[in-house]
């Protein structure tokens, strides 16, 4: 019932809303909404301008498009990743999403070579692109280390793919300004373009999946799917490729 254009409008507090109903559809449906407040720690001002964003006049029509879009053992299936990434790929096939991947595709095609910025998991997520993007002719590099010195020129043709599920991780931020300084393009794909590094990207592919923590090891450490951003990464590389194809005919 969410689509991609809602959810991109969303603020900071709506999207906390957001991902709490997604989490807890069936229990959502059966609180008042202080009882959302008070779980999701946002105020009812706050559901009732998401409720508006959404398209429902109150907190009662939300809930019943809820209830109609509820499926048998769906609370079990929230938890498993390919209830999420399902909602993605249903997202993806919108025409606002599908216009982001047609900006993102001229820019590719515009620059000298693609680098793709990222440290931990999106580290290696950013290697997997570097080497994809190469298996179809695009001229990639991949950075996983925070703390590489900028190079001072050679920059100014260079698309930054850079990947990140929060944006805000500083020495991925702070890497991704200095080579825009210089020059370079900035594509970004995070799961929220309200961070910081979705702001100062020249573009910004968000995929809104619910922020999952590890709970039996490290709190700390995020467990949100990946698979949207492989799909990005392959969707995009196809696309570019079959761009050069078409130039060459």
Same mark, same amino acid.
Request: aromatic share 10%; hydrophobic share 30%.
């Given at each position: 019932m969410f689509n991609y254009e809602q959810i991109k409008n969303l603020s900071g507090l709506e999207l906390t809303v957001y991902h709490y109903i997604i989490e807890n559809i069936q229990a959502v449906q059966r609180m008042t909404i202080r009882e959302l407040s008070e779980k999701s720690h946002v105020s009812t001002s706050t559901i009732l301008r998401f409720c508006s964003k959404m398209g429902c006049e109150g907190f009662s029509e939300l809930k019943y498009k809820l209830r109609e879009e509820t499926v048998e053992s769906i609370e079990e299936q929230l938890y498993d990743p390919s209830f999420q990434v399902a909602s993605f790929f249903k997202k993806i096939t919108e025409t606002s999403f599908d216009e982001i991947l047609v900006k993102a595709t001229q820019l590719i095609c515009d620059a000298d070579r693609v680098v793709f910025l990222g440290i931990g998991t999106s580290g290696i997520l950013g290697e997997y692109g570097q080497r994809y993007f190469s298996n179809?002719? *695009? /001229?990639?590099?991949? *950075? /996983?280390?925070?703390?590489?010195?900028?190079?001072?020129?050679g920059v100014e043709?260079?698309?930054i793919m850079v990947l990140s599920v929060s944006g805000e991780t500083t020495e991925v931020v702070k890497q991704a300004v200095e080579l825009q300084k210089l020059g370079a393009k900035l594509i970004s794909i995070t799961n929220a373009e309200t961070s910081t590094l979705a702001k100062i990207s020249d573009l910004n592919i968000s995929y809104y999946m619910p922020d999952e923590r590890a709970k039996r090891y490290d709190k700390a450490v995020n467990l949100t799917t990946q698979v949207p951003i492989v799909s990005l990464i392959e969707i995009l590389a196809h696309r570019v490729e079959q761009a050069f194809l078409q130039k060459e005919e």
């Open positions: 179809v002719g *695009i /001229n990639s590099y991949s *950075i /996983n280390d925070p703390f590489l010195p900028t190079p001072n020129r043709r260079s698309l």
